[in-house]
């Protein structure tokens, strides 16, 4: 099994910046992706960036390229996702997943996903 724990949300005016990070343990090595969803109200859990694990390869929705840089620190098995020039509409509740299939490419889809974290609140006040 593998735990993943979000921390870094909050509350930010429009134009200001958040960092999230996730914290994996447990059977880590079993875990080839990692990738942030979004979930807001009335909507559908979607992508929003994932890095391969023994590359560093990433990928990004196209509503967050420019914006979000997902990041690894293998040695203290985190992810992070930097979060610049926010907007109302990434107001959301953003969940870390893992994926232990050996891909080459980052998948977009939630169900290519083992592992989940509880979430962490993005509110951005315009």
């Known amino acids: 099994q593998v735990q993943l724990v979000e921390s870094g949300g909050g509350t930010v005016q429009e134009g200001g910046s958040l960092r999230l990070s996730c914290a994996a343990s447990?059977?880590?090595?079993?875990?080839?992706?990692m990738g942030w969803f979004r979930q807001s109200p009335g909507k559908e859990r979607e992508f929003v960036a994932g890095?391969?694990?023994?590359?560093?390869?990433?990928r990004y929705a196209d509503s967050v390229k420019g914006r979000f840089t997902i990041s690894r620190d293998s040695a203290k098995n985190t992810v992070y996702l930097q979060m610049n020039s926010l907007k109302p509409e990434d107001t959301a509740i953003y969940y870390c997943?893992?994926?232990?299939?050996?891909?080459?490419?980052?998948?977009?889809?939630?169900?290519?996903?083992?592992?989940w974290g509880q979430g962490t609140q993005v509110t951005i006040s315009s």
């Open positions: 997943a893992a994926d232990r299939s050996r891909r080459l490419v980052v998948g977009a889809h939630r169900d290519l996903y083992d592992y």
């Open positions: 447990g059977r880590t090595f079993s875990t080839y992706v």
């Open positions: 890095i391969l694990r023994s590359t560093g390869g990433t």
